[in-house]
């Protein structure tokens, strides 16, 4: 089982990123799927979930209308496009997959216990 994170990076406030997260050893399309993110010394904060079919997604209030999370279920990856991006986005951002109940968004980004797998984080550092 493996979930790969990549696409962060520095980039000045305002800008933009795109992360993917790529999975494989097992069945991707069973899973739900949840960016975390965490700054060290601070709590890890849920950002953004998504459904196994994509049906349904949810964002944290911190990143609403700036942050947007797809899946390709025929490739196995997730992504988190991060627009208009803010110093209080920097933080090392995890992708987690745990299932099969999907639960409401709100629950899934407040219980990082319900999920099984977690890929190793990318960094992600905005300048101001």
């Known amino acids: 089982v493996q979930l790969q994170a990549s696409g962060g990076g520095l980039v000045q406030a305002g800008g933009s990123l795109r992360l993917s997260c790529a999975a494989s050893?097992?069945?991707?399309?069973?899973?739900?799927i949840t960016w975390f993110r965490q700054v060290p010394g601070k709590e890890r904060e849920g950002v953004s979930c998504?459904?196994?079919?994509?049906?349904?997604?949810y964002y944290a209030d911190s990143v609403k209308g700036r942050f947007f999370i797809s899946r390709d279920n025929t490739n196995n990856v997730v992504y988190l496009q991060m627009n208009d991006l803010k110093p209080e986005d920097t933080a090392v951002y995890y992708c987690s997959a745990g299932g099969p109940d999907y639960y409401p968004g709100r629950y899934l980004l407040q219980n990082a216990g319900y999920f099984s797998f977690w890929g190793q984080g990318t960094l992600v550092t905005v300048s101001s």
């Open positions: 998504i459904s196994n079919s994509g049906g349904n997604t």
């Open positions: 050893g097992f069945a991707f399309d069973d899973y739900h």
